[in-house]
């Protein structure tokens, strides 16, 4: 049974940081691409980072470029997200998500097959 168990988040002031980890187990994900997504109240989900198979190509929304950062760690089957300079509009449950079809880098949303549980992050300003 493949599972992608988070952890992390919680609640910041603004211009805080947070550290997000997602782990995979159930089956290997080194040569899948794996991506962060969020959604706000009363709004649809939405890409916030993805990274290919190899973590050698990532892809970032225009909202979270230059403060948020997404890595993994293959031999870990674990993949990260460190957000800085927290925004109250960046409050929001977080998914990670993995696909089984695609290795490149994709935002869409539907590319992915597995999704972890969610966890909120707040920022309060």
């Known amino acids: 049974q493949v599972q992608l168990v988070q952890s992390g988040g919680g609640l910041v002031q603004a211009g805080g940081a947070l550290r997000l980890s997602c782990a995979a187990s159930g089956r290997t994900f080194s040569t899948s691409s794996m991506g962060w997504f969020r959604q706000a109240p009363g709004k649809e989900r939405e890409f916030v980072a993805v990274?290919?198979?190899?973590?050698?190509?990532?892809t970032y929304a225009d909202s979270v470029k230059g403060r948020f950062a997404i890595s993994r760690e293959n031999a870990k089957n674990t993949m990260y997200l460190q957000m800085n300079s927290l925004k109250p509009e960046d409050t929001a449950v977080y998914y990670c998500?993995?696909?089984?079809?695609?290795?490149?880098?994709?935002?869409?949303?539907?590319?992915?097959?597995?999704w972890g549980q969610g966890t909120q992050v707040t920022v309060s300003s």
């Open positions: 998500a993995a696909s089984s079809r695609f290795a490149y880098a994709t935002p869409r949303t539907n590319a992915y097959d597995y």
């Open positions: 990274i290919s198979g190899s973590g050698g190509s990532t």
